[in-house]
Nanobody
Framework: QVRVVESGGGLVQPGETLRLSCTAS????????VRWYRQAPGKERELVAS???????SYADSVKGRFTISRDNAKNTGYLEMNSLVPEDTAVYYC??????????WGQGTQVTVSK
């Protein structure tokens, strides 16, 4: 059974940094894209950043220049480094590993709260 586990969330103050991790098991991780989404209370889930299996990256405008997505295929792990956090970044962050519409898997989410 495929498992995707996020970690690294927490409570931080504005301007601080967090690094989220997403570890997947029982898949050929290197063949999958890694995507980070977030969902704030009362809002729809949105795509924040993605990295393809060839390491091409893309970002939502709201996080461009502050967030960096990366991956370590040897560790079956994707990362989202979040700098200069602001209260509007508060959300549950989800990792999705994507190969195709039939082969994609979500993690359970990790809470990020940015508050004074």
């Amino acid at each position: 059974q495929v498992r995707v586990v996020e970690s690294g969330g927490g409570l931080v103050q504005p301007g601080e940094t967090l690094r989220l991790s997403c570890t997947a098991s029982r898949i050929d991780f290197s063949s999958y894209d890694v995507r980070w989404y977030r969902q704030a209370p009362g809002k729809e889930r949105e795509l924040v950043a993605s990295i393809t299996n060839r390491r091409a990256t893309s970002y939502a405008d709201s996080v461009k220049g502050r967030f960096t997505i990366s991956r370590d295929n040897a560790k079956n792990t994707g990362y989202l480094e979040m700098n200069s956090l602001v209260p509007e970044d508060t959300a549950v962050y989800y990792c999705r590993v994507f190969y195709s519409s039939n082969y994609n898997y979500w993690g359970q989410g990790t809470q990020v709260t940015v508050s004074k």
